[in-house]
């Protein structure tokens, strides 16, 4: 009876310790398949080459990346450029000034944001945005522009990072002690002052851990920019111009993939630079967010 | 269920003893409880006092070996359950666990009904004939005198009890197990009076069978029930003695100041 | 001076929350707008019919059938996985403990992943497997998106269970195994929060699906069959140059944010019930 029990006990550790070894470890997994998936055209071409090169002529043999790390690039900075200010601005309120009922209200609204498919995103962006830009926004700065765009892609991104930005920027408020802003609210300092020199100065590594991961979302994302951003490989030159990020690139040319030599290979190794990529700066950030959590409680 | 079936406590062994020789404890490098070494006399009630941060609670954890959970805390000595260390090589720490019966300062109802709370015991320890266990379940709710109370509901969820009975059950969960020994932890600090009353008298009719160790937050508690008295302060143990001579002539001055209300 | 600069910006605060609140409500008003005409009984009881693209009879049946399978089947991939897991962090490891802290870690970069690289990972893993563009193809990409999500949510709320109930359970005498099977009782609630969100999650996503599940305008049979989804079927119904197709995009759009919607809810009400619990 009483070996029983215990091998069952000693059975269902060694079981759990295996899954959360393979845990950890599927990282290098996805990593390692990725690259050597990758290889082959990285052995073919120059990694510098397909790094650098704009030319994107895959019947030819011609694999350069440069116009698709940009355009990811430059989607997701406006996304940052758009969302920052808002997320920033509403996780003050929402923390500093908003009343109980108005916090419980946002929350919902939060969460839905962010529960809403990227496809939904990409409907609304092909609807609003992108006749919005042609329209209205472009024809006062270029000569023609149709919609799908930088621009359009970056707006699009930015509402869905806005809700995870909230987020992480509202916990990392929560984490400054109540005794130091209570500090400032008693010498005389309004909550202004107090949001100013106390909350923000504290929560700046915060903020930046936030940005870096929202811009990690960004880079990811496929769907909602696929269906906004025009899908042209070139190196935008503005804003109102067309762009091809590379998300949009693999899922795009899935199709082509088998059909020619080294195809796969390329895609996989935008599958590849993406993973480094968004690996990296979510390594990153999350640490810094942890670091920041385990300063205020000891 | 018929309830006219002799139903009488199983008796544990007789020879019940618990021997504590030189124990250290500490707590990440922190000397909680400093060289220990008592007897504890068997089928007492015997209460550990002494002001709040003093390490009662740790001492009544190393007796069930609830610190090996901790990685933070070591532990020097040893401490002999029933002429046993049970830090020794070669202890199952289900069996030690088995022989001690908790009470915590909390009451914890498993989520279950309160059937399935005290019966939950006895069947991770083997008993699964319907039979038996009803038995067990009845016998220890009426033990605790929480029989009548409950009867009709005995298959509804226990997290609808009072705190009172919500004590009483985790009692009677613990005495299902059969244990020799019972620890309480501060076991009515979070009661109303009248169940610190109810959980008071039980603790006197067990000690009839079982060797009883409380951790009490008030001296009058431990004046009404107790039978040997320790006093802790800082990790030590500064005296100990029969209750009565523990009351009337403390021999420490620190025991006197103790007493006397100079620090609590 | 200082209150001008303040009550300025309380403006500005209160123009931003209330832009990000128009925008999901313009969002989601949209959507139905274009799409509620659309919505017919047959789009939901019907599979496309031939030329449904172009604009004749059918519905979306074939998605919805196709994604509940998905995401059912890797809801139970996942779950096996996530519920060990997350006790083994929280039950079987010290509270400081470093291997506790590099699993957490490890969750965290796999959460950030996008979803396009599991797919490509999930492609390069059925060659390698020998399984075709099907159901069990989508099946294992989803729930290769959906555990970090789903453990990082069960993770957070277990955390938060008192020590009372584990230590009680150990001074019975129970084995570590036997406290689990206990706990896990106690954690339901929880569990439940966990799975609402990764369905959430996984049910809306193209990216995942794109190259691992295929797209069939009938209901797969087997884990062989290629499986059509929600996403996608908006997607390619999107593509279409004939109006009414489009309009009915917008309808798929509306069946798939209303499921979206119903589980956020649930989600809502169950962790709020679960707090009401403890005490």
């Known amino acids: 009876m009483h070996s029983l029990r215990a091998a069952k006990d000693k059975t269902a550790r060694y079981l759990m310790l295996g899954i959360a070894i393979f845990t950890i470890l599927f990282l290098l997994v996805i990593g390692l398949s990725l690259f050597f998936k990758a290889l082959p055209i990285m052995r073919e071409k120059n990694l510098w080459v397909l790094l650098t090169s704009s030319d994107w002529k895959p019947f030819k043999g011609d694999f350069g990346f440069l116009p698709f790390i940009l355009s990811t690039f430059y989607v997701s900075l406006i996304a940052i450029f758009i969302a920052l200010p808002f997320s920033i601005l509403t996780s003050i309120y929402l923390n500093s000034y908003a009343s109980k009922n108005v916090r419980r209200f946002f929350e919902p609204v939060v969460d839905l944001l962010s529960g809403i498919p990227p496809i939904i995103y990409g409907v609304w962006g092909t609807l609003t945005i992108v006749p919005l830009i042609a329209n209205k926004i472009a024809p006062r700065f270029v000569e023609f522009s149709t919609g799908y765009t930088v621009l359009a892609g970056g707006v699009v991104l930015a509402v869905m990072i806005i809700p995870l930005l909230i987020s992480i920027m509202l916990e990392v408020f929560r984490s400054i002690p109540k005794e130091m802003t209570d500090a400032s609210l008693s010498m005389g300092a309004t909550k202004w002052q107090t949001v100013k020199k106390v909350i923000l100065r504290k929560s700046i590594s915060g903020i930046i851990a936030a940005t870096v991961l929202a811009l990690s979302r960004a880079f990811g994302e496929t769907m909602a920019v696929l269906m906004v951003c025009g899908n042209i490989a070139q190196i935008p030159h503005s804003i109102f111009d067309a762009c091809y990020p590379l998300p949009a690139l693999i899922a795009n040319n899935y199709g082509e993939m088998l059909s020619m030599p080294n195809y796969e290979s390329a895609l996989m190794f935008s599958a590849f630079l993406l993973f480094i990529i968004v690996v990296l700066f979510n390594g990153l950030s999350r640490f810094t967010l942890n670091q920041i959590e385990r300063r205020y409680q000891f | ?264 | ?279």
């Open chain 2, 1 to 264: 269920m018929k309830m006219n079936e002799a139903i009488t406590l199983r008796k544990p062994i007789t020879n019940q003893s618990i021997r504590i020789e030189n124990l250290d404890v500490y707590i990440e490098d922190q000397h909680i409880l400093k060289d220990i070494s008592l007897t504890i006399p068997e089928k007492n009630i015997t209460c550990i006092i002494g002001p709040s941060g003093c390490g009662k609670s740790t001492f009544l954890k190393t007796l069930n070996r609830m610190h090996d959970e901790s990685p933070e805390v070591k532990i020097n000595g040893k401490v002999f359950v029933d002429d046993e260390n049970i830090y020794g090589p070669n202890v199952n720490v289900i069996d030690t666990r088995k022989k001690m019966g908790l009470l915590a300062q909390r009451p914890c109802p498993l989520p279950m009904s309160i059937f399935d709370n005290v019966a939950y015991g006895p069947r991770i320890h083997g008993i699964k004939k319907r039979k038996a266990v009803n038995q067990t379940v009845i016998q220890y709710l009426q033990y605790v005198g929480l029989w009548d109370e409950v009867r009709d509901r005995v298959r509804t969820s226990a997290t609808r009890l009072s705190i009172g009975q919500q004590q009483r059950l985790c009692l009677a969960r613990g005495l299902a197990i059969e244990p020799e020994y019972i620890l309480g932890d501060e076991a009515t600090s979070a009661l109303d009076p009248l169940s610190t009353k109810k959980i008071e008298e039980l603790f006197v009719k067990l000690k009839e069978k079982y060797t009883i160790i409380l951790v009490t937050h008030t001296l009058r508690q431990a004046r009404r029930i107790a039978d040997h008295i320790i006093f802790m302060y800082l990790g030590k143990i500064i005296e100990s003695g029969p209750t009565e001579e523990f009351f009337n002539n403390p021999k420490k001055q620190l025991t006197r100041d103790y007493l006397s209300g100079s620090f609590s």
């Open chain 3, 1 to 279: 001076m200082k209150h001008l600069e303040e009550k300025i910006f309380k403006i500005i605060m209160i123009c931003a929350a209330m832009l990000i609140l128009g925008v999901l409500v313009y969002i989601i008003a949209t959507v139905f707008y274009r799409g509620l005409p659309a919505l017919t009984l047959d789009m939901i009881t019907k599979l496309p019919g031939g030329g449904f693209y172009l604009g004749k009879e059918g519905g979306v049946l074939n998605a919805i059938v196709g994604s509940v399978y998905i995401i059912i089947g890797s809801l139970v991939i996942s779950i096996l996985i996530s519920v060990p897991l997350v006790m083994y962090i929280n039950f079987y490891l010290p509270a400081k403990s470093v291997f506790a802290s590099l699993i957490r870690f490890s969750l965290d970069i796999l959460f950030g992943i996008p979803s396009i690289v599991y797919g490509a990972f999930g492609f390069a893993l059925m060659i390698f497997l020998g399984v075709r563009a099907s159901l069990l193809g989508g099946i294992l990409t989803v729930a290769m998106l959906i555990m970090p999500i789903m453990m990082r949510s069960f993770d957070e709320i277990t955390r938060l269970l008192s020590r009372d109930l584990p230590d009680a359970l150990l001074s019975l005498g129970a084995t570590k195994y036997e406290m689990v099977k206990v706990i896990l009782k106690q954690l339901m609630p929880g569990l439940v929060t966990a799975i609402l969100l990764a369905i959430g999650r996984g049910i809306g996503d193209a990216a995942t699906v794109l190259f691992t599940a295929g797209y069939t305008d009938n209901i797969p049979a087997s884990l062989n069959q290629p499986a059509a989804t929600l996403p996608l079927s908006i997607f390619f119904q999107l593509g279409s140059p004939v109006e009414e197709v489009q309009n009915r995009a917008y309808a798929s759009a509306i069946i798939l944010t209303v499921i979206i919607l119903i589980l956020s809810f649930s989600a809502r009400y169950f962790s709020s019930k679960f707090s009401k619990h403890k005490i």
